[in-house]
């Protein structure tokens, strides 16, 4: 499928004016969402990524996101439908490289929005969530091979791809419920401006991986 069907240039267009991270973690963001609650409108949006301390989303962003979270929602919660799910990721035309960092951007996505949700998750799920983030966790330079070619990236692609639709059978519930943004007003302060006010502690430096340190991204 090429750039053009798949939508991945409508997002570029889109997210044209925003970069605080790729539109394909977004994407994963938004099905990590969808797979436990059902479509916001474009406020319960903007409100979300606003806790998420991302900045404000241009309105032609928030209005493509509300449109795909939509359309993703009904697509799996159709068996059928279900399985024709595909991450936004760029065509076969780009370098393997693009493709399996985009790949890894949409796994963190993901694991970001499904967390975000407070689901309960069984054994299998739980399974599924950490091989997942082997995904988000790879490491491979511009320069360097992926080991094990297209044939790997396929084989982890399909095994991402199915995560959502293996997810999807849970019953769903208002974003607007999720403990991220339950109970906010929605014109209530974000906890970055609430930081900045001093009226909240500022957060914690992420403790940097170990094992990582010398071998960064």
């Known amino acids: 499928m090429n750039d053009n069907i798949s939508g991945w240039n409508t997002w570029l267009t889109a997210f044209d004016d925003w970069n605080d991270v790729s539109i394909?973690?977004?994407h994963g963001l938004m099905t990590g969402l969808m797979t436990a609650c059902n479509a916001p409108d474009e406020q319960v949006w903007a409100k979300v990524f606003e806790e998420l301390s991302f900045a404000p989303l241009p309105e032609a962003a928030l209005t493509l996101l509300a449109e795909e979270a939509e359309d993703t929602v009904f697509q799996l919660k159709d068996k059928d439908d279900a399985y024709a799910y595909m991450p936004l990721l760029p065509d076969d035309e780009h370098d393997l490289y693009e493709r399996v960092m985009a790949l890894k951007q949409w796994a963190n996505g993901f694991m970001t929005g499904f967390g975000i949700t407070d689901c309960?998750?069984?054994g299998d799920e739980n399974e599924m969530l950490s091989d997942l983030a082997k995904i988000g966790a790879?490491?491979?330079?511009?320069?360097?091979?992926?080991?094990?070619?297209e044939e790997s990236y396929l084989y982890?692609?399909?095994f991402a791809?199915?995560?959502p639709v293996s997810f999807a059978t849970r019953k769903r519930k208002p974003v607007k419920d999720i403990a991220l943004i339950a109970g906010l007003a929605i014109d209530a302060k974000t906890?970055?401006?609430?930081q900045a006010e001093g009226k909240l502690p500022k957060?914690?430096?992420p403790?940097?991986?170990?094992?990582n340190q010398n071998n960064p991204s």
């Open 156 to 158: 982890i692609y399909e």
């Open 207 to 211: 403790v940097m991986d170990a094992m």
């Open 203 to 205: 957060p914690m430096p």
């Open 138 to 149: 790879i490491r491979l330079a511009e320069d360097e091979d992926f080991e094990g070619g």
């Open 120 to 122: 309960q998750i069984s």
């Open 191 to 194: 906890t970055k401006e609430l």
């Open 24 to 26: 394909s973690e977004v």
């Open 161 to 163: 791809r199915m995560v």
